[in-house]
């Protein structure tokens, strides 16, 4: 049995994402990747069910360093514009993802199902790796179809409710592209 991986990207052509995955097969002496399919905006692979553990660690190791997107298994893992400089985590993840997507925002946030969900996003500092004291959060107020964000910096902590997921993505936009978001009425915890 095979299984298909999806690569895209925001910036590449199908025949650069082709050239850029066997470029990296070849340089990481990679013997599981199957052909890559070129196709009008992506970049199919068949592989083996046994070996995609292995395909996708490689494959997401290459995807983050080259600007691609992933998606297996009707799940978008990468986005293609991932920013090293922060790392991601939801509900469900057992630890941090180094590398944020902006233009995954608005996916991630629809996807979170309930309450207690959330997505966090945190500076990260290859210097000390295990620090995720400055972030901004986002949690759902399903009842009202607005959404909690909460926003820390060195062990401080500070909340605010907007009413619309736009506003909780302009809000994390702010963030990760540097900008003042204490214009907000935030309280602190």
């Given at each position: 049995m095979s299984t298909t991986i999806?690569?895209?990207?925001?910036?590449?052509?199908?025949?650069?994402?082709?050239?850029?995955?066997?470029?990296a097969a070849k340089e990481d002496?990679?013997?599981?990747?199957?052909?890559?399919?070129?196709?009008p905006r992506n970049v199919t692979i068949e592989i083996d069910d046994d070996l995609i553990n292995d395909c996708l660690g490689w494959l997401d190791d290459v995807a983050l360093a080259s600007g691609l997107g992933i998606q297996y298994d009707d799940e978008i893992l990468r986005y293609g514009d991932e920013d090293?400089?922060?790392?991601?985590?939801?509900?469900?993840?057992?630890?941090?993802?180094?590398?944020?997507?902006?233009?995954?925002?608005?996916h991630l946030l629809n996807s979170i199902a309930d309450d207690d969900d959330y997505l966090k996003i945190a500076q990260f500092d290859i210097e000390n790796p295990a620090d995720e004291?400055?972030?901004?959060?986002?949690?759902?107020?399903?009842?009202v179809d607005g959404w909690t964000l909460e926003f820390g910096v060195a062990g401080v902590r500070n909340t605010t409710i907007v009413a619309s997921t736009d506003d909780a993505i302009t809000t994390m936009?702010?963030?990760?592209?540097?900008?003042?978001?204490?214009?907000?009425?935030?309280?602190?915890?």
């Open positions: 999806t690569v895209f990207s925001p910036t590449h052509s199908p025949a650069q994402i082709r050239e850029i995955i066997l470029s002496d990679v013997d599981f990747l199957g052909v890559p399919f070129t196709h090293i400089a922060f790392t991601t985590q939801t509900k469900g993840d057992d630890d941090a993802r180094i590398g944020a997507s902006r233009l995954g925002l608005e004291s400055t972030y901004i959060s986002a949690r759902s107020l399903s009842e936009l702010r963030w990760m592209n540097g900008e003042d978001i204490r214009d907000l009425n935030w309280t602190r915890v």
